[in-house]
């Protein structure tokens, strides 16, 4: 059974910084597309950003392009999300997400396994 279990959130103040980790176990790591994506009070879950297998390449979403960055290690199972410049709008629960699909993937519904989140709070 595929697992994934995130750390590394909290309380930050605007301007902060923030590294999450996203721990696989289970699964052949490897061989998933893997993805963040956040959900903020009120709102729908959206789409953060993705890296490919090999950690070669990446998309992020227009509003933290620049901010933020993914990466993974295969040899420790575990992708991470590094957030600087956090603004309260960034405030959320963070998801990590594998999908089995090649290639990057922005599509909630591309994802077939799903961490239980995060929170990170912004204060203004």
């Known amino acids: 059974q595929v697992q994934l279990v995130e750390s590394g959130g909290g309380l930050v103040q605007a301007g902060g910084s923030l590294r999450l980790s996203c721990a696989v176990s289970?699964?052949?790591?490897?061989?998933?597309?893997m993805g963040w994506f956040r959900q903020a009070p009120g709102k729908e879950r959206e789409f953060v950003t993705t890296?490919?297998?090999?950690?070669?390449?990446?998309e992020n979403a227009d509003s933290v392009k620049g901010r933020f960055t993914i990466s993974r290690d295969n040899a420790k199972n575990t992708v991470y999300l590094q957030m600087s410049t956090l603004q309260p709008e960034d405030t959320a629960v963070y998801y990590c997400?594998?999908?089995?699909?090649?290639?990057?993937?922005?599509?909630?519904?591309?994802?077939?396994?799903w961490g239980q989140g995060t929170q990170v709070t912004v204060s203004s």
């Open positions: 289970g699964g052949a790591f490897s061989g998933y597309v």
């Open positions: 997400a594998a999908s089995r699909f090649s290639g990057l993937q922005i599509e909630q519904r591309a994802y077939h396994y």
């Open positions: 890296i490919n297998r090999i950690g070669s390449s990446t």
